[in-house]
């Protein structure tokens, strides 16, 4: 049994109630006397505290468990919630979060203690009243332990009577022999689970591994693998064999969470003797070491790493069970499509023909559908990603000694989940700009006549195929002329070519990696920090960036991202003897160019179309092949869009509009920008998708 198979949920759920608690605590910085979300905190802490024990993170477990104990005096009143106990909460979740990312890259918690944060949260309960509650808490504590040890020789009373039941061969009684000699001793346990449990095998799974620090288990009844498929009560019985103390071993299990309690003794020849040899425990023995020897080698042990390989990342999509119900019609339909066909292809010649055709229409239709419901399972609201924002705000407004509000709409617009998981980072580089550097300080706002209070904005809406997330703020926008200023003193631009720049032009030289130091953060509003970062992030989503900004009334940054990364309609095109995709999201139009309306302008080819001067590519200059035109034939032009500008992509032939799946080279294309990936044609033909914006 192994617990990695709950890694992947663990993780989920666990992400799940970090952000539940950071909005909560948000919510109680503001009201801290709402009694809801006080319940709804100590609940979420107390889940956590739950799944970190079932999987056997004690840190984070410990940790969530201060919290679960804060709130509990909150909840009655013991104590107030106070600025100071905010800021410790909120540091506690970084805390867990700094967890949850080491767990997610080694499935180990690391050795983080984070006793300052324990000793804080400690601080809080003595405060209400002293060390005397504490004293009080022990002395409830101690008639418990009698009880307890009141109730042992009945328990075990009860061990024996299990181990009555169990067939020892002569291979368990050659190993109690060999034990005696080595000085070691058989022990009989009995654990017992606390009926609350919701993982009964999980906390087996760390008994099991809490026993192995202390011995080697010989039998287990029920045997492991019923254990495994939890089937049996709360309790369980082992034999183990060890040269620790029955104390120590009994205590081993004890710290293991949510175990009731755990009895033992040592067997001796009396219980040998008095029980009758068997077989049947033959091939349970040996299936119960070599679990146990092999359960052993698991690295799941504090302080072991998993072994190397790839980290684990979380994946994972919530589906609706109607959308999961669609799916499976579809699929249903498409096996009717197939058996359809082959039918089809066992007819004569004449009917083959048109029912052919019919079967492939229908195929047509139904693989179009299955792409669009695939699509849909595939989406999540961006709001996982948007939701962590308020936090990183408030935190912010108290670094900056600002004030800020951050006021967020669309959350409930969905998008891929690969692109969903990429698209955090870039947003949150915007919005630190914006909060860092866009908004000016409260006393230049009120000199402005503007609200001390500064607002950042965000927001999310769908438009065609594309998803558009906006960030802004009402500061102070971006002042071009120090932006050109500090261009041309860098050698970025000369005097000349900056005279003829439109201000989007040197706007948008803050893209450039040259302007992400420190140096320009105080001459340029910071505003070149990170957005190098940013833009080839987006990119590299297929998406693009473009920035609207006004001096003194604040900047916009806007990201239009596709809805999938992975299906796309494509128009194919043939350059020189290769075949290529280039995405419709980016075509215009295409047009029939005559070589005579080709003009050059600073050396480089142009035309005019429509009032517009667009730049041409040659396709087969970029991938290096011979055209197959004539050069005195009219050109076929692509003319492809990114932001504002345009351009026209000179291709030999064209072939049509297809829908093609995506597939990633991966590594081998990083270098080659303008290549996005590629497509595999009905004919087995591999072609190359164009990146327009790249080359543009």
């Known amino acids: 049994m192994d617990v990695s198979q709950y890694l992947d949920i663990f993780l989920d759920e666990t992400k799940e109630h970090l952000q539940n608690l950071n909005n909560q605590i948000l919510d109680l910085e503001q009201d801290s006397e709402n009694m809801d979300t006080i319940n709804e905190i100590f609940r979420a802490a107390h889940s956590l505290k739950g799944m970190a024990g079932t999987m056997g993170y004690k840190r984070m477990q410990n940790l969530t468990h201060d919290m679960e104990n804060v709130f509990s005096e909150v909840r009655n009143g013991a104590i107030k919630v106070t600025p100071d106990m905010v800021d410790v909460l909120f540091k506690c979740l970084d805390a867990l979060e ?59 009373a009860g061990l024996v009577e299990k181990w009555q039941n169990i067939k020892l061969t002569d291979t368990e009684k050659h190993l109690f022999e060999k034990a005696k000699e080595e000085g070691k001793f058989f022990y009989g ?132 069970i109607e959308k999961l119900d669609v799916l499976m019609n579809l699929v249903s339909e498409l096996i009717i499509a197939k058996n359809s066909l082959v039918s089809a292809s066992n007819t004569d010649d004449a009917q083959r023909s048109s029912s052919f055709n019919e079967q492939i229409e229908y195929l047509e239709s139904v693989t179009t559908n299955l792409h669009e419901s695939v699509m849909k399972v595939r989406m999540v609201p961006i709001e996982s990603v948007v939701s962590k924002f308020p936090r990183m705000i408030r935190d ?41 550097h866009g908004l000016e300080s409260a006393e230049v706002r ?158 480089k080819e142009v035309i005019q179309l429509r009032g517009t001067v667009i730049p041409l590519i040659r396709l087969n200059d970029v991938v290096g092949i011979e055209s197959s035109k004539a050069p005195d034939d009219n050109l076929v032009v692509v003319i492809v869009k990114k932001g504002d500008r345009l351009a026209g992509l000179v291709v030999d032939e064209l072939i049509g509009q297809q829908e093609i799946v995506i597939k990633s080279l991966g590594k081998y294309i990083s270098k080659c920008k303008f290549i996005s990936g590629a497509t595999i044609l009905g004919d087995g033909e591999v072609a190359l998708i164009i990146d327009a914006n790249a080359l543009i």
């Open 98 to 156: 700094g967890y949850l990312s080491t767990i997610q890259e080694t499935s180990d918690e690391g050795t983080n203690e984070n006793e300052p944060l324990i000793k804080a949260l400690n601080d809080f309960l003595n405060g209400k009243g002293g060390a005397q509650p504490k004293k009080e808490e022990a002395k409830a504590e101690e008639p418990a332990e009698e009880t307890a040890a009141a109730d042992a020789p009945a328990s075990e």
């Open 396 to 436: 912010m407004q108290k670094t900056l000694n600002k004030k800020m509000e951050l006021h967020m709409s669309g959350e409930e617009t969905e998008l891929d989940r690969t692109v969903v998981d990429e698209i955090g980072d870039p947003l949150m580089h915007l919005l630190r700009n914006s909060a860092d």
């Open 189 to 320: 346990l009995t654990v017992y689970i606390q009926e609350s449990c919701i993982l009964k095998a999980a906390r087996a799974f760390l008994v099991f591994k809490a026993l192995e620090e202390h011995g080697e288990i010989i039998l287990s009844k029920p045997s492991t693998q019923d254990i495994e498929d939890e089937k049996f009560d709360f309790d369980f019985s082992v034999i183990v064999v060890s040269g620790e103390p029955i104390e120590k071993v009994v205590e081993a299990i004890k710290s293991v969470s949510e175990i009731e309690d755990a009895v033992g003794r040592a067997l001796t020849d009396a219980d040998f003797n008095a029980v009758e040899a068997g077989s049947s425990s033959q091939e349970s023995t040996a299936k119960t070491t070599a679990v146990a020897s092999t359960e052993g080698d698991k690295p799941k042990a504090s302080g072991e790493k998993k072994a190397a390989g790839k980290p684990v990342v979380n994946r994972t999509v919530r589906v609706d």
């Open 446 to 603: 009120k000199q402005r006549g503007k609200s001390e209070v500064g607002n950042i904005f965000l927001k999310a809406y769908q438009d065609g195929n594309n998803v558009v997330i906006e960030v802004g703020d009402d500061g102070n926008g971006i002042d071009v002329a120090k932006v050109r200023d500090k261009a041309i003193q860098k050698g970025t631009i000369t005097p000349e070519q900056a005279e003829n720049m439109s201000d989007k032009e040197i706007i948008d030289l803050l893209f450039l990696p040259s302007f992400s130091t420190a140096e320009k953060v105080s001459e340029i509003s910071g505003r070149g920090v990170g957005l190098d970062v940013v833009k080839s992030k987006i990119e590299a989503l297929s998406g693009e960036v473009e920035v609207r900004s006004k001096l003194g009334e604040g900047s916009t940054w806007i990201i239009r991202l596709p809805l999938t990364l992975a299906i796309i309609q494509a128009l194919m095109v043939i350059v020189g003897d290769e075949k290529y995709a280039i995405s419709l999201g980016s075509i215009q139009t295409i047009e029939d160019i005559p070589t005579s309306e080709i003009r050059l302008v600073e050396n």
